[in-house]
């Protein structure tokens, strides 16, 4: 089984960017982590993140055609807030899905509390950090 985890614009410069609001941990931190939470329930992860809409867009039309995936873990970042290009996009893809932010978009500036992509996904998990992740991995698996 294979979960596709799809980070969006700035995913990369996590532990550069903004620390107080998302850590000091890398993105590198963030891909051995959900690496070893694959490890320990026999599954496959596989991480993807991409600074422009468009490739979001031809990443999550791929999934599609994947017969092997599961389910689908999405940060958008900041296009969460205005993408419907992406809400499009991700009411064609026919797994479970899982919107996730390291930070709680709704305690934020008022332009982040809402989520254009969050109808397209089957739970949304804000809030919690990087754990978020492995929370929406575990959603995932519940509801196979």
Not at 41 to 54: A, F, P, R, T, V
Request: aromatic share 10%.
């Amino acid at each position: 089984m294979k979960i596709v985890v799809i980070n969006g614009p700035n995913l990369n410069f996590l532990g550069i960017r903004e620390k107080s609001i998302y850590g000091e941990k890398d993105y590198g931190y963030l891909t051995d982590m959900l690496r070893e939470k694959a490890e320990r329930e026999g599954i496959e992860i596989e991480c993807w993140q991409s600074n422009h809409e468009g490739a979001i867009i031809d990443r999550l039309q791929e999934l599609y055609y994947e017969d092997d995936v599961a389910g689908l873990v999405i940060n958008p970042g900041a296009y969460t807030h205005y993408s419907y290009a992406i809400h499009d996009a991700l009411k064609s893809v026919f797994v479970t899905k899982v919107e996730i932010h390291i930070s709680d978009i709704y305690a934020r500036e008022d332009f982040r509390s809402v989520s254009v992509t969050a109808p397209a996904c089957d739970a949304q998990i804000c809030g919690h950090g990087l754990d978020g992740y492995l929370e929406a991995v575990d959603y995932i698996l519940k509801h196979k």
